[in-house]
Structures are given as C-alpha cells and as structure tokens.
C-alpha cells in the first residue's frame, strides 16, 4: 500500500485520452442517440421512466416526490388523455455546485450563474410554457404537483422536452443522430398528433453538466443536419403521417 505514495509522477505529461482515436472517429460513425435512448427505455423495468441524457441532473428527491404524487392522482393525473411529465432544464457556469432545490436555482438564475437551456443555442428547442410562472410559483412546498399542461402547439411547437413517461410513449427515430440534431423532434410530432398532455411539473427541473454551451460554427455538424432535415422532411415525416395521421398545430 505504502508503494502508491513512494512511486513518483511526472505531473507535466498531458492526460494520456487526450489524444485517444476513438474506433466512433476512426470509423467516421455518428453518434446513434436515439438507438441509446430507445435501448435503455426498453430494458427499464419499471412502469415509469426518465430518458433523460447521462450528463442532466435531476433535482434531488424527483424519483421519490414523483411516486408520491402519482400515488395521490391528484386531478390532473385523472385526465383521459395519454400524458408525460417534462422537467425544465438549466445550464450553470463553469465550476458551479449544482441546487439542492429550486429555491436555489431561482437565486443562481437572478445572480446570472444558470441560464435555460440552450438559451444561447436553440432557445425555442427548450422553451416551457409559462416558464417566467413557473419559477415564480411556490417552491418552498413539499413534494410535487402538475404545475400546468402544455401542448406542443404555437409558440411551442419545435419544443423537444425531456419527460417522465411509460414504456406506452413512442420511441425515438433511430435513424437520426446526435451530429444531425432534431433528434427528438419526430418523436415531439408523434406525441403531439397522439394530443399527449405535457403535464410540467412544479418543483423538478434538470441541469446540465456545468459549463455554458454557446453556438460555435462546425462544418462538418452542419453538414449533417442538413442531411438529417432532408431526411425527416422527404422520408420520416411522411411515414409518421401514415403512422399516427396528422393534427392541426402539430408540427416536426
């Protein structure tokens, strides 16, 4: 044991994975997101499923608070339409703690250290309803509540939210990748033409890793995009059509 501390480090080296090929850069392959995503709703065993990104954070106490209310199927929860349950997200500063409730995030919001998400990228991507309600709502309550139902209409068409749902939901479209974005947009249409209910909850959020994305120019990442927007528009979109027909205000 005592070796560990006599064994003398060369501290100036640069870490040894910073130049690391990955076989995903030597292959030239993309990224399949949504292959991930569908892969661990599918092997989830429970009734109730959070498909959030490995780099979000939940609020502390979501899982348990979450239960609670569904337990309690408050009126809301009664409602006949098929419905999620999406969670705000933030972005924070570099080298800041993450909030231990959303008392704490309403402050680093004021004092400028979070942001919402993709606010610098696609805000329209993330944008809530009632958003600006939403943080001003009481959060100083106990548990959780359905804070207000949403739809993914008008002014929040194009929002891809990430939810709380069941193995029900439609999964997501594997062939669309993270280099390509709108990787959750087609499933936004199928929830949309299904008139899902995005039931926003009151006192749960997500945040990001630390560190503000902003937008920066990437040829290659464009590239794919515009790929991946002429494959929705000329192949996706028209099979979602036959598949789950079409809805007035829906949109991908």
């Known amino acids: ?21 990955t076989y995903k850069s030597q292959k030239k392959l993309l990224y399949p997101v949504n292959v991930g995503r ?43 339409n098929p419905k999620v349950f999406p969670l705000s997200i933030f972005e924070l500063e570099a080298n800041m703690n993450l909030p231990n409730d959303k008392t704490e995030l309403v402050a680093m919001l004021k004092n400028g250290t ?20 939403w943080l001003r709502a009481n959060s100083t309550q106990a548990g959780l509540r359905v804070f207000h139902i949403g739809k993914r209409t008008g002014y929040f068409v194009h929002w891809e939210p990430i939810y709380i749902g069941t193995h029900s939901d439609p999964l997501y479209d594997e062939r669309l990748s993270w280099e390509g974005k709108s990787d959750k947009m087609t499933q936004g249409y199928a929830l949309c033409v299904l008139d899902y209910e995005f039931q926003i909850l009151d006192n ?18 464009a590239i794919a995009a515009g790929r991946t927007n002429s494959l929705i528009r000329k192949t996706i979109f028209p099979e979602m059509k036959i ?3 079409s809805r007035k205000g829906c949109a991908v």
């Open 1 to 21: 044991g005592s070796s560990v501390f006599e064994t003398k480090y060369n501290c100036t080296l640069p870490p040894p994975w910073v130049n690391a090929s």
């Open 38 to 80: 569908n892969v661990a709703r599918e092997m989830a065993s429970t009734f109730y499923i959070l498909a959030s990104d490995i780099e979000l954070y939940p609020s502390p106490g979501v899982i348990g608070d979450f239960l609670e209310m569904i337990r309690r199927q408050d009126a809301p929860l009664r409602h006949k």
């Open 114 to 133: 979070a942001i919402p998400f993709h606010k610098k990228v696609c805000p329209g991507c993330h944008n809530v309803p009632r958003s600006k309600e």
């Open 204 to 221: 749960a959020f997500l945040v990001h890793k630390p560190g503000i994305k902003t937008l920066k120019k990437d040829p290659a990442r």
């Open 243 to 245: 598949l789950y027909g």
